[in-house]
């Protein structure tokens, strides 16, 4: 059975026996709509007013309660799905998967199989280590580069000066 949305853009196949002749809920995957879908072909009649009981206003003798039997559930089994979630079709048309690609699977060679990517955090303690281990060397230096170079006096006492600068900010988010 195919049945449209209520907002035109999708069609959805069913199985014939999912929806029962008094209608189910349904919710389109689609835009969300929900709306309550009766079997294709079939239209149900409306009860005529001549069936319907007309209300008496007498009043009823009360009656007792009797104590009614618990209705015992019968155990449901499921059922089971009419495509398979890792068919090739299945797969190609909800995940865009397709199984048939020409590209061949990458393989790896044993050589390969044991090594391990250096990662971003080894990445980035090595730069740490770098950058205090490259300003303690310019920090030690600072007079042998001032004597040689003696332009570079105010590059290197700014450098320090803005070093100082980002210790004291961590310092003061750290006791705070």
């Not at 449901?76 to 690609?101: N, Q, V």
Request: one cysteine or more.
């Amino acid at each position: 059975m195919i049945i449209t949305c209520n907002c035109g853009e999708k069609k959805f196949t069913l199985p014939d026996n999912s929806i029962p002749a008094s209608g189910r809920l349904v919710q389109c995957g689609f835009c969300g709509l929900k709306w309550k879908q009766f079997p294709v072909g079939e239209v149900t009649k409306p009860q005529s007013i001549s069936k319907l009981q007309k209300i008496v206003s007498k009043p009823q003798p009360t009656q007792q309660k009797v104590q009614k039997q618990k209705k015992i559930k019968k155990p449901t089994t499921k059922k089971s799905r009419e495509i398979s979630l890792y068919s090739p079709e299945y797969l190609a048309k909800k995940h865009g998967i397709k199984l048939d690609d020409p590209q061949p699977i990458k393989k790896i060679n044993k050589k390969e199989e044991g090594k391990v990517s250096f990662g971003f955090y080894n990445s980035l303690i090595i730069l740490i280590v770098f950058v205090i281990a490259l300003s303690r060397i310019l920090y030690f230096s600072q007079g042998f580069i001032i004597a040689n170079i003696p332009a570079s006096e105010y590059y290197l006492n700014y450098f320090f000066e803005s070093i100082r600068n980002i210790f004291e900010i961590w310092k003061d988010l750290i006791t705070y």
